[in-house]
């Protein structure tokens, strides 16, 4: 297990209470499923959709880079890795 610190920012920041955090993490997947379970029901509401799958609006980024053009939620982490939980936001 690695120890990477997690940035949280707008709705997810404010249901969490916190904007960084460290966690005890191997993978993304198991990043996210750490913060699940810390922060319960109305933070997984605001990170997953109806399929348990991250919301297609929310930007995930490990060490600068987004997840996507990764391993996804397969993602390795390394020891003082950087994961980014960035909810987009629209408007005009």
Do not use: Q
């Amino acid at each position: 297990m690695s120890t990477v610190t997690v940035s949280l920012s707008g709705a997810l920041a404010a249901v969490a209470g916190v904007t960084n955090i460290e966690v005890e993490a191997s993978s993304l997947s198991e990043v996210l499923t750490g913060l699940s379970t810390r922060y319960g029901g109305a933070f997984n509401e605001k990170l997953y959709d109806a399929n348990g799958k991250p919301r297609r609006f929310i930007n995930i980024y490990v060490n600068g880079r987004d997840y996507r053009f990764l391993k996804k939620l397969d993602t390795e982490l390394a020891n003082k890795d950087e994961v980014s939980l960035i909810p987009a936001v629209s408007g005009g």
